[in-house]
């Protein structure tokens, strides 16, 4: 088995962007911290609409989440709409819920718009039940979405096996919405099409300050400062300390996967032969899916880097050898981990956090469609002064208690399940 920091979406990354480090002072409309999904589509609206942006980011832009994810361009959030409007009310929830149904459109529109190179599939997404209490579930959540209208479908295990290639599932829910995509390429795709616009993209930027500066605000970065009258925070879970600006609330969890050699001819043609992107509904939950060069990535709830990473890293074998018996032994060429920003409901967050100024946040789990589009309407509602706009009233205060501890229960919890069974 490889080592655990060779992403698969560096090494297959098409797209190139020049973010240059700032250099000197700079006066824009809108001041960017983060250069992920919500970062970049903030860019690229604000530099489409004519306004002047700075986007500042301290690594690489996609460093972030959004370089390291699965690449499953989903339909709404993880919770389905009923749990969001017992939650959010009727009318917030519906809003929310509606943006978010369309968010799969907004990303394969912009990929198309901007010829952004990521591998796009527009084939669906299976949500795959692991047991007869997962198929359940999906069964409730196919009620729920057909009736607001949405292209979904319920399978029954034959059909399952038939598209997944694995004889193991009870059934899935299909969302015909729905893709995958090089999440690392869609992330770049958009901060080169932001710079193509007029944006300015800054990597290797870290903001170290942020203060109030007359009636706008100044970040501050060891190259130089900018200025800006609105400012929007989008450092999700790979947040580095600024000073003056409190650090966003989440609970940290690890997600780790691994991408075997390509995969051609014999069983491996049976695998997704249809493009669909799968994840699963076991407890601890994995995901599966195909990349354009036919390779399999698999991928769970685990901390490659810490101490139960062997154990996260052996598991994955024997789970492709579970889900996929005919397939035999296959090498592993990539490994790789990150953070997902989760929050206690489950939900995301905007927070007010002064005037002309919001951060976004804790999309947990579920930030391609959700990043984008929080990205994207944030930057309209801060640049036309219109809180209607957002996809979600903002809060003042989020606060997330035990974080440290809860993620350690989850990482622990992985370990456990995953040396002791296959399935979560
Ligand atoms: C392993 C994994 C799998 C996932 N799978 C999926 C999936 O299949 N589908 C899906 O929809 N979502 C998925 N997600 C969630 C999704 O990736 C995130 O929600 C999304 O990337 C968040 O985007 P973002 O732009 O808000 O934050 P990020 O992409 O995390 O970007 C934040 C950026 O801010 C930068 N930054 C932090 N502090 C500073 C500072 N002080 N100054 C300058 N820059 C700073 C960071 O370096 C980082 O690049 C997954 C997440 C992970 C980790």
Redesign the pocket.
């Known amino acids: 088995m490889t080592k655990t920091d060779s992403n698969l979406w560096q090494s297959s990354c098409e797209e190139v962007v020049s973010a240059l480090p700032l250099d000197g002072d700079l006066k824009v409309d809108l001041a960017i ?7 970049c589509s903030a860019a690229l609206e604000a530099a489409s609409s004519g306004a002047k942006a700075c986007l ?4 690489e832009i ?5 370089g ?7 339909a709404g959030l993880w919770l389905p709409p009923e749990s969001i409007a017992e939650i959010l009310g009727a009318a917030e929830g519906s809003r929310l819920t509606g943006h978010l149904a369309n968010a799969p459109k907004r990303v394969f529109d912009l990929i198309r718009r901007h010829g952004i190179a990521c591998e796009a599939v527009n084939k669906g997404t299976l949500h795959c039940a692991h047991s007869e209490v997962g198929f359940e579930d999906i069964a409730d959540r196919f009620r729920q979405q057909a009736a607001l209208g949405a292209p979904v479908k319920l399978l029954d295990a034959a059909e399952t096996q038939q598209r997944t290639g694995s004889p193991v599932f009870h059934g899935a829910l299909f969302d015909g919405r729905a893709g995958t995509i090089n ?1 690392l390429s869609y992330c770049r795709g958009l901060a080169r099409a932001a710079e193509a616009a007029g944006a300015r993209l800054c990597a290797n ?3 170290i300050g942020i203060s109030r500066t007359g009636d706008g605000w100044k970040v501050a970065t060891p190259g130089g400062a900018v200025t800006a009258r609105a400012l929007l925070l ?7 300390p ?1 000073e003056g600006i409190s650090t966003p609330q989440t609970v940290p969890v690890h ?1 780790f ?1 691994v991408a075997t050699v390509p995969l051609k001819g014999g069983h491996s043609d049976c695998i997704l032969p249809g493009g669909e992107g799968c994840w699963d509904t076991a407890l601890v939950m994995s ?1 599966f899916r195909r990349d354009a060069a036919g390779r399999l990535a698999l ?1 769970a709830v685990g901390n490659l880097g810490g101490v139960g990473g062997s154990v996260h890293r052996g598991w994955a074998q024997r789970m492709i050898r579970w889900l996929f018996p005919a397939l035999g032994d296959v090498g592993i060429e990539h490994a790789w ?5 989760m929050t206690g409901d489950h939900l995301p967050k905007i927070l007010a956090i002064g005037p002309n100024a919001y951060a ?2 804790g ?1 947990s ?5 959700p ?1 984008t589009t929080f990205g994207t309407l944030t930057a309209q509602a801060l640049l036309k002064d219109d809180p209607s706009l957002l996809p979600l009233s903002p809060g003042e205060h989020h606060g997330e208690s035990f974080s440290g501890l809860r993620s350690a229960y989850i990482e622990t919890g992985a370990v456990l399940t995953h040396a002791v069974k296959v399935r979560g």
């Open positions: 911290v983060g250069g992920g999904f919500t970062g500042m980011e301290a690594h996609g460093h972030g989440g959004s390291r994810n699965v690449g499953l361009v989903n999440p930027t870290p903001a989008a450092t999700n879970a790979y947040h580095e600024v997600y996967q995901s991928g981990c990150g953070r997902i920003a976004c946040f999309y789990g579920r930030g391609i469609g990043g």
